[in-house]
């Protein structure tokens, strides 16, 4: 079975960077979609940016110009590369994993990123 460890959150000033982790039990190649979610306080999960077996990839429009996806293959790893930190990034970084052939969803335990002004 697919699990999901994600790290790398802490405590930046606005404007700094982070770089998360995301370590899949698996070959993410047997994925359909993996990526990168967040949650703030009072709010509800949104998507960050997910990469889709076929190539194609999806950033959240608060992304752009900012945030990018990698991975490597040969440690079942997803990165998330954050620059330009804002305080409104603060929230709750999940990592989420879509899985062949079912596309049943699984979900990391969460990392927390905090930005301070």
């Known amino acids: 079975q697919v699990q999901l460890v994600e790290s790398g959150g802490g405590l930046v000033q606005a404007g700094g960077s982070l770089r998360l982790s995301c370590v899949v039990s698996?070959?993410?190649?047997?994925?359909?979609?993996i990526g990168w979610y967040r949650q703030a306080p009072g709010k509800q999960r949104d998507l960050v940016v997910a990469?889709?077996?076929?190539?194609?990839?999806n950033y959240a429009d608060f992304t752009k110009g900012r945030f990018t996806i990698s991975r490597d293959n040969a440690k079942n790893t997803v990165y998330l590369q954050m620059n330009n930190l804002d305080p409104e990034d603060t929230a709750v970084y999940y990592c989420n994993a879509k899985l062949r052939p079912s596309n049943l969803e699984v979900w990391g335990q969460g990392t927390l990123v905090t930005v301070s002004s």
């Open positions: 990469l889709a077996s076929t190539g194609w990839i």
């Open positions: 698996g070959s993410i190649l047997g994925l359909n979609a």
